[in-house]
Structure formats: structure tokens, C-alpha cells
């Protein structure tokens, strides 16, 4: 056999497991869908951008990951019915959802539009409920995992972020009621609350020069910025046996930023008030 070709994810943790993630062509959920391949995970991967999700797959099959991909807009429920059917046709019933797509942009409350507004809750909070309520029929039951990508927004006001704050909060409490009507049926619903994660489209805009990427990261008492693997590291515990216990929790996962609030991560926001 050709050594380039050998098939370099070993372990078996999640042999065989179905897992459908949402955002998953970049980011932090491109990473959870790395991760989950090492470990033997079936993908079916769900974006916007075709060229962003075959390049996505082709990343994960390189590596002899099994990877598919889903064209289609979280906002869009029947489409969302689609991918999860497709998804269970293609590999089988789902054992993990992973709800992470997400839309973001700095600006105060007057600064932008009530479109601008409604487009991060209808992506973010509209988005995780349509991928959760579609994905339903197809999840084993008992076992499956879901897990909603949240962020400290939820439970902390940050400024220029007034719409992300309205949508992970909804999302938090959406997935705590997913844990309560759906735990009955042997499914689990957990949350994971990122900082700010190093190379994600989300940091490049919150912090775009050096001087906002070194004020973001004063306020990590840990005193760098996540990576993605910090995240995936996390979901693969959180979707294993070794959790089978564990539903409706919010596990931060951001170096301590959690404790410091928002005075560094906006520091344009800091310099208009002096």
C-alpha cells in the first residue's frame, strides 16, 4: 500500500458514530469535525458555501476520515429536514449533533439595522432550533448527544455585541429545555461556551489588528487564546460514554474569560469613551 494513503486516524472512540455538524466547512466546528474523524466518527458536514464544504470534506478524507457535505442554510427548515435525512440515508441514524452555525459583526446597538439584528438570531438562535427540531426523527435513541456551540455572551453583556447576547442566551436556555423533553427518550443536550479561539473567522473580526488580538488576550487569565482543538477536545468528552451521565450543563471552555467580563475584547469600544 501506498504510505501516503494509509489511513492515519487510529483510535476508535467514536467508531461507526454518525455525527452531523452544522458550521462545520471552518472554524471551531471544522475542528470538532477533525477531531471527530480521529476518532472514527462518520461526518456529514452542513454550510452555505459548496467550495468551502467539498474543500472541507476532501481535508477530511486525505486524511482517511469518512466525510460527506450538505449545501443548505440553517434558517431554512426545509432544507434543514433534507441534510438530516440525507445524513441518516447516507450513513445512519445520528448520534451526534453538533449546532454551531453562527453569525457575527461589531457594532453598537444604534449602529446597526434591524435586519443586521434579526440575521444573527435567525443564524444563531433560529438556526440551532431548526437543526435540533429537524434532526429529531433521525437521532438514536437511546444515546445521542447534541451539542450547541454557545459563547459567554449568554450570561454577560459585551458591548457591540447586543445581538449575539440575545441569541446564545436563547440558545443556552433552548438547549437546557432540549435536556428536559428529550432526556426521556436517552438523549443528552449539552453546551459548550468558547473564548476567544485563535485562526476563526469570529476573532478576525472582533480582533482585527495586533493591538485587539493583545487586549483580547489580557483578558484571558490563562493568558493566550484557545485553539481549536481546546473545543474539540471537549465535545469529543462531552458526546463519549465517559458523559453519559451529564445533560443540560454549560461547560466554559475559554482560558478563565469567563471571570474578567468584556472590558479587553472590544477595545475600539473602550477607546470612543475616553
Known amino acids: 500500500m501506498d504510505g501516503s494513503n494509509m489511513n492515519v486516524f487510529a483510535s476508535d472512540l467514536l467508531k461507526d458514530k454518525v455525527a452531523f455538524i452544522t458550521g462545520g466547512s471552518s472554524g471551531i466546528c471544522h475542528g470538532i469535525a477533525g477531531k471527530f474523524a480521529e476518532y472514527g466518527a462518520r461526518l456529514m458536514l452542513l454550510g452555505r458555501n459548496r467550495e468551502k464544504l467539498d474543500a472541507a470534506v476532501r481535508g477530511i478524507e486525505e486524511k482517511g476520515g469518512v466525510a ?51 440575521a444573527v438570531i435567525d443564524i444563531d438562535l433560529l438556526g440551532t432550533y431548526n437543526a ?111 458523559a453519559s451521565f451529564i445533560t443540560g450543563g454549560v461547560f466554559q471552555c475559554d482560558g478563565g474569560q469567563g471571570m474578567t467580563g468584556p472590558r479587553n475584547l472590544n477595545p475600539a469600544w473602550e477607546a470612543s469613551r475616553k
Open 68 to 118: 460527506a457535505g450538505f449545501a443548505a442554510d440553517v434558517r431554512d427548515y426545509a432544507a434543514m429536514e433534507e441534510a438530516c435525512a440525507a445524513a441518516r440515508e447516507r450513513f445512519g441514524l445520528i448520534d451526534i449533533l453538533i449546532c454551531g452555525a453562527a453569525g457575527n459583526f461589531p457594532a453598537p446597538v444604534t449602529g446597526m439595522s434591524a435586519n443586521g439584528f434579526k
Open 132 to 242: 435540533c427540531r429537524a434532526a429529531y426523527a433521525h437521532l438514536r435513541k437511546p444515546g445521542a448527544s447534541v451539542i450547541s456551540i454557545s459563547a459567554n455572551h449568554a450570561h454577560q453583556p459585551y458591548p457591540l455585541q447586543a445581538h449575539v447576547c440575545a441569541a446564545k442566551a436563547g440558545v443556552d436556555l433552548l438547549t437546557k429545555t432540549i435536556a428536559l423533553e428529550w432526556g426521556r427518550d436517552g438523549v443528552r443536550a449539552n453546551i459548550i461556551t468558547p473564548g476567544p479561539i485563535d485562526d476563526t473567522e469570529g476573532m478576525r473580526r472582533l480582533a482585527p489588528t495586533p493591538e485587539a488580538r493583545q487586549a483580547a488576550i489580557a483578558g484571558v487569565p490563562l493568558g493566550r487564546m484557545g485553539t481549536k482543538d481546546d473545543i474539540a477536545n471537549l465535545a469529543l468528552f462531552l458526546c463519549s460514554e465517559a
